[in-house]
């Protein structure tokens, strides 16, 4: 069974750089096809889709974040991990990984930002 598990500061300052890392357990995040996304939820808002990163390492964005977003990976320790520049209140959210075969999610992490 795979799972995951959101690592992270739980508060950011404005104008600074969010960084988020998700374990993952049960599946090597390098197993052909599976793919490893990161999803947000803002206070009141619907599930936001951020970004993947596949098998290979090829990564894909939100076109509304792109410009902020990068998605790296660290195939020793089996991890993956979110950077978002340029954070702002709005990106005050849940953020959660998800993936592997069945699209398992993690607990999510709250990240707010502010002074």
């Known amino acids: 069974q795979v799972q995951l598990q959101e690592s992270g500061p739980g508060l950011v300052k404005p104008s600074q750089t969010l960084s988020l890392t998700c374990t993952v357990s049960g599946a090597s995040i390098t197993t052909n096809y599976y793919n490893w996304n990161w999803i947000r939820q803002s206070p009141g808002k619907g599930l936001e889709w951020m970004g993947a990163i596949t098998y290979s390492g090829d990564t894909y964005y939100s076109p509304s974040l792109k410009s902020r977003t990068s998605i790296s990976r660290d195939t020793s320790k089996n991890q993956f991990t979110l950077r978002l520049t340029s954070v702002t209140p709005e990106d005050t959210a849940v953020y959660y990984c998800?993936?592997?075969?069945?699209?398992?999610w993690g607990q999510g992490t709250q990240v707010t930002v502010s002074l």
């Open positions: 998800v993936g592997g075969a069945s699209e398992s």
